[in-house]
Antibody
Framework: EVQLLGSGGGLVQPGGSLRLSCAAS????????MSWVRQAPGKGLEWVSA????????YYADSVKGRFTISRDNSKNTLYVQMNSLRAEDTAVYYC????????????????WGQGTLVTVSS | QSVLTQPPSASGTPGQRVTISCSGS????????VYWYQRLPGTAPILLIY???QRPSGVPDRFSGSKSGTSASLAISGLRSEDEADYYC???????????FGGGTKLTVL
């Protein structure tokens, strides 16, 4: 059974940093791209970032480019996102999601999601 | 403002058939598949429909998807109380080179 367990959320001041983690199990982690998707209060889902199965290729939404860094440790079956220079508009529930295949793109939709971790950016 | 447009709410009584719409453009729904996700209260989203109208194993055939042009629909027949959830549509956007989503539709079973 595929399981994705997100953690690391919390309250952080504007301009601060936070690192989210997502522990994966139930599938061959290194064979699949992984993504972060967020939902701000009262808003819809927004794709944030993705990383290929081997970790070589990374992708970012314009809204977080230059501030967020996605990474993975395939030996620990864990996905990360380092979030720097956080803004109030980054406040959201962050979900990790498994992509269908090794790469990121239109053929590789999200087939499993984690339960989400809340990030609140406020002074 | 979400790239894909969904009604914020929908409702129906047990046993009824309800549909949820999702409107996009030629760069997303018009040129690629549509996906639907269900998020029950307090749980992670689950894949409900993939590639317009395909159901993953375990998803009841009460759920069906369709697409026409730049719009798509999710239909739920034989509505049950356990269907009360948020529903999201998604598609790949060729212009943005990114996955885009609808704002979500909250389904209430009266």
């Amino acid at each position: 059974e595929v399981q994705l367990l997100g953690s690391g959320g919390g309250l952080v001041q504007p301009g601060g940093s936070l690192r989210l983690s997502c522990a994966a199990s139930g599938f061959t982690f290194s064979s699949y791209a992984m993504s972060w998707v967020r939902q701000a209060p009262g808003k819809g889902l927004e794709w944030v970032s993705a990383i290929s199965g081997g970790g070589v290729n990374t992708y970012y939404a314009d809204s977080v480019k230059g501030r967020f860094t996605i990474s993975r440790d395939n030996s620990k079956n864990t996905l990360y996102v380092q979030m720097n220079s956080l803004r109030a508009e980054d406040t959201a529930v962050y979900y990790c999601a498994k992509n269908l295949g090794y790469s990121y793109g239109g053929n590789y939709y999200f087939d499993y999601w984690g339960q989400g971790t809340l990030v609140t950016v406020s002074s | 403002q979400s790239v894909l447009t969904q009604p914020p709410s929908a409702s129906g009584t047990p046993g009824q058939r309800v549909t949820i719409s999702c409107s996009g453009s030629s760069s997303n729904i018009g040129s690629d598949f549509v996906y639907w996700y269900q998020r029950l209260p307090g749980t992670a989203p689950i894949l409900l429909i993939y590639r317009n109208n395909q159901r993953p194993s375990g998803v009841p055939d009460r759920f069906s998807g369709s697409k026409s042009g730049t719009s798509a629909s999710l239909a739920i027949s034989g509505l049950r109380s356990e269907d009360e959830a948020d529903y999201y549509c998604a598609a790949w956007d060729d212009n943005l080179s990114a996955w885009v989503f609808g704002g979500g539709t909250k389904l209430t079973v009266l």
